[in-house]
C-alpha cells in the first residue's frame, strides 16, 4: 500500500500517475477466521480497522452482499453532529466527533471533515423550549452547543429565510459548531484501505445468508454466497437487514426497517455555509463540495426493504426546503434515492454482545448513524477484542427492552425521524 | 406511492390517504401483571420484520376512518390482499407462489 503524501502526489503528477497502487487487494474468503464482520460499511470496515490497529486482531474478514461502502454508508446525507440528550448517547455521540476529527491523520485518507457547524432551528415555543433544554443538558455534558436569535442565525446561514411573516417562522435556533459533515465513500474507502493493509480480508459480492451455531448455543461461522466460513466472533453490522441475520441465529430483535430517502440538487456555487435541520418542518439541507445541495427528511411510513419511498415523502420535503430556503425554489434535483434504516422502539442504537455467545451485534442506528461510525466502530471493535463492553456502548444493550432501561431519544426528538 | 384497496370503501385509494399502523395481530396479553418481563418485551418491543410477505394494520384515515389489515410484499412494496379487521389472516403460502408466479398481476 503507498502511504499518501504530498511528495507522493507530486511524484505521481509528474510521471504519469502510473504509480499508484490497489488500495485495498481482491480477497478469497479463507475458511476459518478469528472475526467475521457481516457488512462492509464505514461501521463493519472501522470495525475492522480498530481490531488491527489497536487489538492486534487482524485474522479478521468483513464480507458484504453488495460492494464496499454501498448500502447506507454510500447513501446517507453524511450529517455528523453530537447534540443527543441523553448521557448515554452524548457520550456515544461525542465519543465519535473526537474520533472524527484525527480520522484523516489516522487513515492516512482524506474523509474531508468539515467541521462547518449544524443549525437546528425553532419554529415554535415548544421548539425553543426543548431546543435551549437540549443546549443545557449538551453543555452539562461537554458537548458544544449554543443558541441564536433569529438574526445571529441569519448571519451564520445567510440564505436562510428568517422574516416574521415566513410560513415557517425562525424564532431562534441551535448551533453546534463543532459539527459538519465529511466525505461517506472516503470513510468506507478509508478503513477499507487502511484494514487491509493490516492483513483484514474484505470480501465483497457475497452474501452471507446466515449465523451457524454449534449445540452448545456459541457462534461457529457464517453460510455465505461462497460457501461456510468459520469464526470464533461474529458481529453483525447490517444496518436494515439486521433483524433477518439475526434471526438466522435465533435472536428475535426490537427493529424495524424503514425505506430514508434523500436527494441532491444539480450543483450550483457555495450557497449553504453549514448544515440547516428543522425538525418541525421535517426537512434538513446542507451543501456539498462538489456544490450539490444534500437534502433529506424523515422516513417513509411503512416498514420495507425495497430501497426505495414513496413520492409524496419527497413533495413534503422540498415544499419546507423551499419554504425555508426560498432562493432555490427554482433548482433542479439531480437524483433521490433510498435506503433501508433498522429503527428501534427508543431510536438508540444496539451496540455490544448479544445472548449468543461470539455474536455481537452494532445496529438500531436508524435515519443517523453515519456519524457515528467512527466512534461506534471503535467501541464495537473494543467490546469484540476483549468480550465485554467497553464503558461508552455499555448502556446500549439488547437487555434494555426487557428490563425497560430505555434511552429514550425518540422522546427527546433530537432528530427527524 | 402505494396505492391501497380499502376494504371498508371497497375502493382503490393513495397512499396519503392512509396512516400505517405497524404489524397486525398482536395480541395484548389478558392480565399484563402476570407476564413475564420477555413476554412484556415480545408484546412491545419485538416484531416480525419479515423480508417478505408482512401482515399489518393500515387505517383509512382520511376516508372511512377504519383500520384493517394489508399483506404486503416488503421486497417489492407490491399489496397482495387487504381484509377487514375480525376476519382471519388469508393463506399466506398460496399468496406467496401467487407472487411468485405471476408478480405483475398479483394485486387484490
Redesign the interface.
Known amino acids: 500500500m503507498t502511504h499518501f503524501s504530498a511528495l507522493q502526489l507530486l511524484k505521481n503528477a509528474l510521471t504519469g500517475r502510473d504509480d499508484w497502487s490497489a488500495q485495498w487487494p481482491e480477497a478469497e474468503p479463507k475458511s476459518h477466521y478469528d472475526v467475521v464482520i457481516v457488512g462492509a460499511g464505514g461501521h463493519g470496515l472501522g470495525t475492522a480497522h480498530y481490531l488491527a490497529k489497536e487489538h492486534g486482531i487482524t485474522n479478521v474478514a468483513v464480507i458484504d452482499k453488495g460492494w464496499l461502502g454501498g448500502g447506507n454508508t454510500g447513501r446517507n446525507t453524511t450529517i455528523i453532529r453530537s447534540n443527543y440528550l441523553y448521557d448515554e448517547s452524548a457520550r456515544l455521540y461525542d465519543h465519535a466527533v473526537d474520533l472524527w476529527e484525527g480520522l484523516s491523520q489516522d487513515l492516512n485518507y482524506n474523509v474531508m471533515y468539515s467541521r462547518r457547524g449544524v443549525m437546528m432551528l425553532a419554529h415554535t415555543v415548544h421548539d425553543v423550549q426543548s431546543a435551549q433544554r437540549h443546549i443545557h443538558a449538551n453543555r452539562l455534558n461537554g458537548v458544544d452547543n449554543r443558541w441564536l436569535t433569529p438574526e445571529e442565525a441569519k448571519a451564520y446561514c445567510p440564505p436562510l429565510n428568517v422574516s416574521p411573516d415566513a410560513r415557517f417562522p425562525v424564532l431562534g435556533a441551535a448551533l453546534q459548531e463543532r459539527a459538519g459533515t465529511a466525505r461517506h465513500d472516503a470513510v468506507a474507502w478509508g478503513y477499507a484501505r487502511s484494514a487491509a493493509a493490516r492483513g483484514v480480508d474484505i470480501i465483497q459480492n457475497c452474501p452471507v445468508l446466515a449465523i451457524r451455531r454449534d449445540a452448545g448455543g456459541k457462534v461457529t461461522g457464517v453460510e455465505t454466497g461462497k460457501g461456510f466460513i468459520g469464526a470464533k466472533q461474529v458481529a453483525v453490522s447490517a444496518s436494515g437487514?439486521t433483524?433477518?441475520l439475526m434471526e438466522t441465529a435465533g435472536v428475535?430483535?426490537?427493529?424495524?426497517?424503514f425505506p430514508l430517502q434523500a436527494l441532491v440538487s444539480e450543483p450550483v456555487k457555495p450557497l449553504m455555509p453549514c448544515v440547516v435541520m428543522s425538525n418541525t418542518v421535517h426537512a434538513y439541507m446542507s451543501q456539498s463540495d462538489k456544490g450539490e445541495l444534500v437534502i433529506g427528511a424523515g422516513t417513509d411510513?411503512?416498514?420495507?426493504?425495497?430501497q426505495?419511498g414513496?413520492?409524496?415523502i419527497i413533495e413534503h420535503t422540498l415544499a419546507a426546503i423551499c419554504e425555508m430556503f426560498p432562493t432555490v425554489s427554482r433548482m433542479r434535483m439531480l437524483r433521490t434515492w433510498g435506503g433501508i434504516v433498522d429503527v428501534t422502539?427508543d431510536r438508540s442504537p444496539i451496540l455490544g454482545k448479544t445472548p449468543v455467545p461470539g455474536l455481537y451485534v452494532n445496529c438500531g442506528w436508524g435515519t443517523g448513524g453515519f456519524k457515528a461510525t467512527p466512534g461506534s466502530a471503535h467501541v464495537l471493535a473494543h467490546t469484540i477484542a476483549h468480550d465485554s463492553p467497553h464503558p461508552i456502548n455499555a448502556p446500549f444493550t439488547l437487555e434494555r427492552?426487557?428490563?425497560g432501561r430505555l434511552i429514550d431519544e425518540a422522546a427527546a426528538a433530537a432528530v427527524a425521524h | 406511492m402505494l396505492l391501497i384497496h380499502c376494504p371498508y370503501c371497497d375502493e382503490m385509494f393513495p397512499e396519503v390517504e392512509f396512516t400505517y399502523a405497524g404489524q397486525a395481530h398482536i395480541v395484548r396479553p389478558q392480565d399484563p401483571a402476570a407476564v413475564s418481563d420477555e413476554a412484556w418485551r415480545d408484546f412491545l418491543f419485538i416484531r416480525a420484520n419479515t423480508k417478505g410477505l408482512h401482515v399489518e394494520r393500515w387505517r383509512h384515515t382520511h376516508g372511512c376512518g377504519r383500520f384493517f389489515n394489508v399483506v404486503r410484499d416488503t421486497v417489492s412494496d407490491r399489496i397482495l390482499a387487504t381484509y377487514k379487521i375480525g376476519t382471519p389472516m388469508p393463506d399466506l403460502s398460496a399468496l406467496k407462489s401467487a407472487l411468485a408466479s405471476a408478480p405483475e398481476k398479483a394485486r387484490p
Open positions: 437487514h433483524s433477518v428475535r430483535m426490537p427493529l424495524e426497517s411510513q411503512y416498514t420495507s426493504y425495497s426505495r414513496s413520492f409524496q422502539p427492552f426487557t428490563t
